[in-house]
Each structure stands twice: as structure tokens, then as C-alpha cells.
């Protein structure tokens, strides 16, 4: 468990820079529902599918379906991708 754990957060250290930047964690936990639901889950719903991170970056920076959220593209997109493909 501890390992699985350890490789996960390494799988995600490249997005956890940015998802910590955009602020993502005042919201979303990786396994428990805080504002938003947990990155496990949303990693459940699209199986890891990245080709839906432009659209949602896009709605995070005009505050439609989520939030808005501060950040550069590159930063929300790298924190989106971490988020599409988090287990
Ligand atoms: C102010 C609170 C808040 C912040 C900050 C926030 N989120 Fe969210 N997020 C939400 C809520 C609420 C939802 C659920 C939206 C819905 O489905 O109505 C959500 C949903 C999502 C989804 C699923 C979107 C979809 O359409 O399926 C992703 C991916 C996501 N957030 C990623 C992030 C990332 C990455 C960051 C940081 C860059 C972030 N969020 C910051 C509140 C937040």
C-alpha cells in the first residue's frame, strides 16, 4: 500500500507543482471530496483521456462548469492532466 502510494506520487509530482500553484488543492484532495470531487475520481471518470484537458482548462479560465481558477495555460493544463489521470 505504502509503495502503490509512493508511485502515485511520483506519477504525479510533474502536475502536483502545478495543481499546488493553481491552488487546485483549496478544493480537490486526491481521495476525499472537499468543494470539488477528489482527483481519484475525476482520474476514474476519464480513464486518464488528456484529449478533454483543453476544454476543461478553458472553462476553468472563464469560471463555466468550474470555478474559476489562476494560472498561466501551461500551469492549468499540466495540473488538469494530472487530475484526468490521477489513481
Ligand atoms: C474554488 C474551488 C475549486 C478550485 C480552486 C479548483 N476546483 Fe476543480 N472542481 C471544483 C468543483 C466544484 C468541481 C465540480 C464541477 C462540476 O462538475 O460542477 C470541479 C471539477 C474539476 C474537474 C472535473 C471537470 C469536469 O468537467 O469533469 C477537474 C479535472 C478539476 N476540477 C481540476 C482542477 C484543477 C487541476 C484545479 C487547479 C488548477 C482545480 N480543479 C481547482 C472546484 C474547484
Do not use: W
Not at 509512493?6 to 502536483?16: C, F, K, N, T, Y
Not at 476544454?55 to 494560472?71: D, F, L, N, S
Request: proline share 3%; with cysteine.
Amino acid at each position: 500500500m505504502k509503495l502503490m502510494c509512493l508511485a502515485m506520487a511520483l506519477a504525479l509530482a510533474s502536475g502536483a507543482a502545478a495543481a499546488q500553484s493553481g491552488n487546485c488543492s483549496g478544493c480537490h484532495d486526491l481521495d476525499k471530496r472537499k468543494i470539488g470531487p477528489p482527483f481519484r475520481e475525476i482520474g476514474a471518470r476519464y480513464k486518464g483521456d488528456k484529449s478533454k484537458a483543453g476544454e476543461i482548462v478553458a472553462r476553468m479560465k472563464e469560471g463555466k462548469g468550474h470555478p474559476k481558477v489562476a494560472g498561466t495555460d501551461a500551469e492549468l493544463r499540466a495540473a488538469v492532466e494530472a487530475a484526468l489521470s490521477a489513481k
